[in-house]
């Protein structure tokens, strides 16, 4: 229990740190190889949490969202190696004041809430994805089946917003380039 | 104990694999050279890239080779020679595998220069598209085992292995390891005369020499993911089960290596088109063929 | 056990507040895009803890990690489709130019 | 030559307090495997009838992984830096060998020299194995230090390119503060950001350092420029937004990140050398490894323009739009900064880094120089530059022997010295008023069809290389190595081989899909000759191309065997005539036309004219939106020869 607690709240401070980080760094490929590892700590207290399959796929799929994130920070910053060191950032005061906040009632919450009896062991590994397999292919067979529509709708969509549109704008564009 | 021994073999068939590597390019079959190349890098100084990004430059082989022998965690040697015989065995090693991703494009990005850079946002795109063609024809392995246990996994190919059973899958598969291994023909992140080097073009030294060892050891990280998903892992007569592992995996590495010799590297508007809309495509389709077959034949 | 619990709320919450600071603070898409992956990240702390601490018989807290894990990535494909084609049209995916977002 | 075999101490690395057991065996590892980059590229090596493998070394692709500078015949002026940057770039222990022509200037001495042989090169591996063996550690390394690794320092507006000075001081058109730059760099921006970086890490850490004389003026320039725009950006910081501590930290951020970078790599790079002379050198080393970059490895500017377009943007905000367009806000537009930037074929204005390839790289031809602009992995522009060409000299009054006339010629085009010895007798034969000997002619017509046949599998093997396809480029080498050491008859019985060749090609998969489509020529292109313009007939592409090789292979051995020895051209006796001649001969590359007037033996004056001057004109067409493997591949397939380029 101590030792499972120790864990969780190691992998949680690695989580926050990282966390911070993604905001105060310059450099943007590091911001987001930063919120990489944030997402990885994550996955490591579901883990510590005994809750392997979700811990594992976290991880899994933190790893590619992330990279994908770096080459586009690189893409749209105008600074993304830092070395300009030009600040990023707007209504300061406001962002931290609404961040604490939001933290500080979480935090207030967590500790006042009566969370009522709290179980001791979880169902050991191979029988949890078990179980998630029936219950994503049973109960909950619906709201998977949209959750998987929905990724693919958002694939298709994003890709034909991104699919440039030859307007006489941009074709005009690519007649002074050349 | 098992961790001992499974790091042990590790250590073993990367260094056989550099013998067969040597002997391949220079067709002499000295058994000493890898271990004397490399006390050679420990003798060249490392020389650090003008302004680099330090951390991503150091950490990246660093990274690199621990995500290798992570992969090499969840995979049997042997019934019960495993480090780790997680309950999520085969979507873990996609996981190692999806890190070998940040490796590049920290290696990529950490020294500060354009060939590595342009390296490591080129297998950003390679590693996305192959590593879709890792984790389906895992799915289908799986749904014939009906676990992710890896050793249930080879337990479930007694008898009749899943190349035999599920082919299509493990040529996608196959292929797969190549392009996530960044080996010849897939080698374009390193790819000596695009980028003259790439993402390794500026590691000298112990730092090159990490990552050497890296790369050969994801080779056999991903050889014995085949072994173990398709070629029946340690199933074999006569020989001891690791010694079958330990032979099949050998096998695998050394065909990766020898494909290499004898290809072009392939165009990168290819490495991309095949994937997406020929190996994705016929992936999808060896899923639906096993779970046929999974339901039909008893 | 609930020592356990309240770590992992008290994390969720930290995580939360981050992404909720990083997503008001930042000026570029990409960024504010980085704050909503934390708060969520900060959410999906919370219902793997509730789900092993408070309800583990039932999958559904499972099922709904996955389906939060499935909107991230929602987020992140059209997020980065909107940027792709916000910055062909505007040349620039910052919020200080996005005059036309500004409620 | 050395005879004593112990390194020359330029070339020894660091070594620690003691000469410890594990360093004993670290040598013996490091003599154990030698790798060696050739200058100016392993295709000269061949073409020379060198073995450099079977002499026992490895040939590697970049100077990071070589311990051997390999320096093969003279070396052009422009070459002769390109070395220095490359010799700079490689981890000690290193060394020079040098075989035929002396070592170039701006090199330490040779460690060995020789002639070029195969011999000679055995001879140096020897010694080299036993001084690595002896002397790879010394305990008092001079560091390499060359006056093409200083950088120029010059100081340009960031809004407006054109004004440049030698000095410090303010744009006459728009005012602003002149940011300084290394001479001879593609975008201005970056280096303002990276200079900034660079003084505060000499003001703030290295004070103590003694740097070389021009380095410490500029770096005194800089500072009062730096300081002075510091100090205006924290100003704007205060007054328009609380981006101040922010922006800040950052600065201490880079301020922190590079010095510990730059400190670190003093250590790595001089093992325990810490005293100031130590640091000093070590200024220089990090010095010509950023340069480096420039020729071969392209990391530090190249790299920096990729990260410092953007943020040169930033330049142009914070000083120009951020600092006075809109005061208000001290943000900095992108819209702004990107506006002027040209759009890439999907339209997005993303930054371009240009980015050199060669002179010596492993996917080209030695000592041709492509310059291309990348944008992410496209090619939006390029050219190419020969680095070895050879002028033609026809100022009066100079003559020269026929005979080393000949020679020089014959020397001077590495790659295809029996043609052009040929092309050099025919041209002095003419103007000497010799009649044609049939027999003769034979013989040459022979030697000639065998160089084809050679220099087309040293295409083979140099595509090889480009194509990461380690098969063809071992067999392509080890068949030309053959057919230069064979006699005719021999040449018949490589026959067989060379059909097995070709038909090995046709079957090898991705080859087709790697060259079909590439590098196609547009349409009435002048200018052509040789095996591209026969190719042209067909697709005009890189695989047409290659068939077109390989025909002629063919062909060219039909011809052997009808005909009978080859016999190397010599000059018949001319005796003292005079008179103008012209010669034409059908190198393996083209045409190649030498007019001259002979006057009393002596050659008075001549003009080359060769097919890869007009082919190279090519390239820029060729590259221009592709993808850079295409690029490189297209470029490839028009078997340039720097050597025949006259400038």
Known sequence: MYAQAFFVAVFGLAAIGFGVVVFRTSSMVRSALALLFSQTAVGCMFLAMQTEFLGVLQIMMMATEMSIMAIFMVMFMMDPGGMGGMDMTHQKRFSIGAGVVAAGVAIVVAFWADWGPVTAEAPDAAMQTRALGMELLGRSMLIFETAGITILTAMIAATAVAIPVQTTANIADKEDTE | MNFVIVLVALLGSVWLLAVVEGWTTTGRLRPAAPLLSGLAHLGRESIVPRTPDRVFFETAPVLLLIVAVLGAAVLPLAPTLVIADLATGALFINAALAYVLVALIMAGWGPNGAYAMIGGWRFLGQLIAYAMLIVMPITAVAMRAESLVTTVIVGSQDGLWNIVYQPLGFVLFFIAAMALAFRAPFDLPTAPGELGGGVDAEYTGVRLGVLRLARLTLVITLASATTVFYLGGWHGPLLPPWAWSLIKTLAVAVSMLLAGRYLPRIREADLMRWCWTLGIPLALLNIIVVGLLVLVVP | ?103 | MTSDPTMTITGARQRQERFTVLQKWVSRALAGNLSCLIVPGPEVALSHGLDVTAAGMRITATPRDASVLLIIGELSEKMNEAVAVLYAQMPRPRAIVNLGGQTPSTLPDADFSAGVSQAGLIDAVDWLKRALAKGAFSDSPEDFDAPVLHARIEYVCPMHPEVVQNEPGSCPKCGMDLVAREAGEPAPEHDHGHDHREHRHHEHEHQHHDHAQQHEHHEHEHHHGHCHDHHDSHEHDHEQHEGHQHSHENHHDHGHKHQHGESDGDAEEKGSGHDHSGHHHSGHGHDSHEHGGHDHVGHGHSGHDHSGHDHGGHDHGGHDHGGHDHGASGFMSMIEVTKDLPRSADGLAMDWMEVPFGPVFPGLPGGLKLTLTLDGDGVTEGQATSLVGMINESEEGKEIGAETFIERLASAMPLASVSYRLLACLAIERAAGLENDSATDQARAVALECERIASHLGWLAQTGRQLGFAWLTDRAATLQLEIRRASGKRLLELTPALHALAARLGRTPLLKSRLKGIGILPSGTGGLSGPVARAADDAGDAWARLWQRLDEIITSLDYIKATGEPGLPVLRNIGRGSGTGEATVETPRGEAQLSLILEHGQVKSYRLDTACSHHIGLVAKLVEGRELGDALVAVGSLDLSPWEVIS
């Open chain 3, 1 to 103: 056990m609930t020592l356990v619990l309240i770590v992992a709320l008290v994390t969720g919450a930290i995580l939360f507040g981050i992404g909720v600071y990083g997503a008001l603070s930042q000026t570029n898409l990409v960024m504010i895009m980085m704050g909503v992956e934390l708060i969520l990240a900060g959410a999906l702390v919370n219902l793997v803890a509730f789900w092993r601490f408070l309800h583990p018989e039932s999958y559904s807290g499972q099922m709904f990690v996955l389906v939060v894990m499935t909107v991230m990535a929602v987020e992140m494909a059209v997020g980065f489709g909107v940027a792709i084609a916000r910055f062909r049209a505007k040349g620039s995916v910052e919020m200080e130019e996005a005059g036309d977002l500004k409620g």
